[in-house]
Antibody, heavy 119, light 107 residues
Framework: QVQLQESGPGLVKPSQTLSLTCTVS??????????WNWIRQHPGKGLEWIGY???????SYNPSLKSRVSISVDTSKNQFSLRLTSVTTADTAVYYC???????????WGQGTLVTVSS | DIQMTQSPSSLSASVGDRVTITCRAS??????LHWYHQKPGKAPNLLIY???SLQSGVPSRFSGSGSGTDFTLTITSLQPEDFGTYYC?????????FGQGTKLEIK
């Protein structure tokens, strides 16, 4: 059973870059065929899709964040990563990594990590 | 972006009740519609994919229907562990978008 685990700083200062890593176990990113996603949830709010990366490195991003976001994959470490630049307090959220299953539904999720943007 | 609208935003029901949640897309998404259940402090859990297919391990009291723009999640015989928030999500086109959520309270 594939498992995902987010890691990274829980506190980021405004204007700095948020960097998170998702470590995958129980399956290999390089085996292909799946999309590796980042989703976030502002405190007490709904879910927002940030973007995904394919094992080839191909990406798709939410236009609302596109100028600030990048998602990359490191198949040698079986990890994929999120970078969000020029953060503000509005980027305070729980960040989840997830993998798709059939029909691009998000069937495997990490537990989530809270990132607070504050000086 | 495709807008996903759920109704109701919240509801309260008793154990054993039948509950229905609807989700409407701003344009046709065919069957690229999925339902999730989220409990406080936990990641969402996939219940239904492609509108009506039950995800492995999900109890059969959950079912989904619909295609195009209108979709329904039904829970027959509500159980105490079904409290939480339900979200629909479309994967027909990026950016993937979610409904605003339906908060289910058990009476």
């Amino acid at each position: 059973q594939v498992q995902l685990q987010e890691s990274g700083p829980g506190l980021v200062k405004p204007s700095q870059t948020l960097s998170l890593t998702c470590t995958v176990s129980g399956g290999s990113i390089s085996s292909g065929g799946y999309y590796w996603n980042w989703i976030r949830q502002h405190p007490g709010k709904g879910l927002e899709w940030i973007g995904y990366v394919f094992h080839t490195g191909s990406t798709s991003y939410n236009p609302s964040l596109k100028s600030r976001v990048s998602i990359s994959v490191d198949t040698s470490k079986n990890q994929f990563s999120l970078r969000l630049t020029s953060v503000t307090t509005a980027d305070t959220a729980v960040y989840y990594c997830a993998r798709d299953v059939q029909w691009l539904a998000l069937g495997h999720w990490g537990q989530g990590t809270l990132v607070t943007v504050s000086s | 972006d495709i807008q996903m609208t759920q109704s109701p935003s919240s509801l309260s029901a008793s154990v054993g009740d039948r509950v229905t949640i609807t989700c409407r897309a701003s344009q046709s998404i065919h069957s690229f519609l999925h339902w999730y259940h989220q409990k406080p402090g936990k990641a969402p859990n996939l219940l239904i994919y492609s509108a009506s297919s039950l995800q492995s391990g999900v109890p059969s009291r959950f079912s989904g229907s619909g295609s195009g723009t209108d979709f329904t999640l039904t829970i027959t015989s509500l159980q105490p562990e079904d409290f939480g928030t339900y979200y629909c999500q479309q994967s027909f086109t990026t950016p993937y978008t979610f409904g605003q959520g339906t908060k289910l309270e058990i009476k």
